[in-house]
């Protein structure tokens, strides 16, 4: 099967020779961002933009639960597919996580007899509700041939909905110091890169990751060669839920408070992220590296973007421009390839 799978992926198992990566012009896009922000420091602050160690922390800081999710995102979009859910996701994972981690001595905790837990439970529970949600989202994709835009846009809505409906409007507070850890200081980002890793042998080294290029390049000859096509969807969805999961989580860790209002924009911040980072929406192509260095150029730009004053509702314009940018020179991409 394998010969049939790199047949139908052509370029999994080799690559042309002395080709430049396309990680090495993604970075060169980042570089030159950094310097532009660099510079513009200099011009209207008077002062360095990057030779700022709590910058540049902060910076990774923030986008380490995106990056998070975006490693999920990135097998789905490889796919060809798409998960809005993310954003929901985590606030119903940080609510949920939250509440199984709070003080005994807390008079108004949501589950009374379910306080001072290890910290294990918590975070099995936050990871859970990842899970469940996206194992409904691949289900609905690959037995009901519903888009991936429509289910996953549905329980975007439902997972919000859900997360509101269990806090009542309120935050759940009072967190134990033990799940504070896992946000606090650098902790988040160790794992976000550990994942990172992890999911780059995973694609790069193993069949899995295989079959995940071969369904997004081709799916019906994915199905001839005798891949599980439905099955691999499911897996692919439920992996995404379960790092959506694990941010929410981490989310939760790092405000040491769980809220419904968390992660909101979070899922296009990620796609945007995975597509700068030059995997294709048309499907098969992509790389966790690619999909690091966009998280870092949307760090970056939030960062630079925030050291030179300007307003925030320009920044999203900006990056709106950006994703458009991005998508647009994965067509011409597309259309070269295809040439």
């Known amino acids: 099967m394998s010969n049939d799978v790199a047949q139908v992926a052509p370029g999994l198992n080799s690559a042309p020779r002395f080709k430049i990566p396309q990680e ?15 510079v513009l420091g200099w ?10 160690p709590e910058r540049l922390q902060i910076i990774i800081l923030q986008m380490a639960v995106i990056g998070i999710i975006a490693i999920g995102v990135n097998l789905v979009i490889i796919t060809s597919g798409i998960d809005l859910s993310s954003g929901s996701v985590v ?8 509440s199984l981690a709070q003080v005994s001595d807390f008079p108004r905790a949501v589950f009374p007899a379910l306080t001072n837990l290890p910290i294990l439970w918590p975070i099995l529970a936050g990871a859970g509700i990842g899970l469940i949600v996206g194992l409904i989202n691949g289900s609905l994709i690959a037995y009901t041939a519903i888009p991936a835009f429509i289910a996953t846009l549905g329980t975007m809505v439902a997972a919000r909905g859900f997360a509101k409906w269990f806090t009542g409007g309120m935050p759940v507070s009072m967190l134990t110091d033990n799940f504070a850890w896992i946000g606090s200081g650098a902790n988040p980002v160790y794992l976000f890169l550990i994942l990172a890793v992890i999911f780059h042998i995973v694609l790069r080294y193993t069949r899995f990751g295989k079959f995940t290029y071969a369904i997004g390049a081709n799916r019906q000859a994915a199905i001839v060669s005798g891949i599980n096509v439905n099955r691999h969807i499911i897996w692919i969805y439920t992996i995404a839920g379960t790092l959506a999961g694990i941010a929410g989580t981490v989310t939760a860790a790092r405000a040491i408070s769980g809220q419904s209002s968390m992660g909101v924009m979070y899922e296009l911040d990620a796609i945007a992220a995975v597509v700068i980072g030059g995997t294709s929406l048309a499907g098969g192509k992509g790389r966790i590296t690619g999909t690091v260095i966009g998280v870092l150029i949307l760090g970056v730009m939030t960062s630079g973007f925030t050291f030179i004053r300007i307003d925030a509702y320009y920044q999203e314009m900006v990056k709106g421009v950006i994703i458009v940018a991005a998508v647009v020179a994965d067509q011409y991409r597309n259309r070269k390839g295809r040439a």
């Open 24 to 38: 090495a012009s993604i970075f060169a896009v980042l570089v030159g961002i950094c310097l532009m922000f660099e």
């Open 43 to 52: 011009v209207l602050n008077g002062q360095s933009f990057m030779l700022n």
């Open 91 to 98: 606030a119903a994972s940080a609510v949920v996580a939250a």
